[in-house]
Nanobody, 115 residues
């Protein structure tokens, strides 16, 4: 019943920007425990950005200073602003939500950074 719908992925040139969105629907009252992950070919799925228990943010070292996670609680939507994109950022990006004792994943959206 809970669903995460992602959007905003696509093809972008190095140095460009994209903003990913993940809208949660269903019996969700809080999106505090939410974050973004990515998986590149041949690599493990890794945490890109997320919210800490204290409400702050946490980023992978590889994206610090370039990516920003934010949320709109009223819209139950989490965003990932990605700037200064590099080819190494190419991956499938997933949003994740922990709610009601379950973990929910979005379907993933492809981000390709290439000239």
């Amino acid at each position: 019943q809970v669903q995460l719908v992602e959007s905003g992925g696509g093809l972008v040139q190095p140095g460009g920007s994209l903003r990913l969105s993940c809208a949660a629907s269903g019996s969700i009252f809080s999106i505090n425990a939410m974050g973004w992950y990515r998986q590149a070919p041949g690599k493990q799925r890794e945490l890109v950005a997320g919210f800490t228990n204290g409400g702050s943010t946490n980023y992978a070292d590889s994206v610090k200073g370039r990516f920003t996670i934010s949320r709109d609680n009223a819209k139950k939507t989490v965003y990932l602003q990605m700037n200064s994109l590099k080819p190494e950022d190419t991956a499938i990006y997933y949003c994740r939500l922990s709610w009601g004792g379950y973990i929910y994943w979005g379907q993933g959206t492809q981000v390709t950074v290439s000239s």
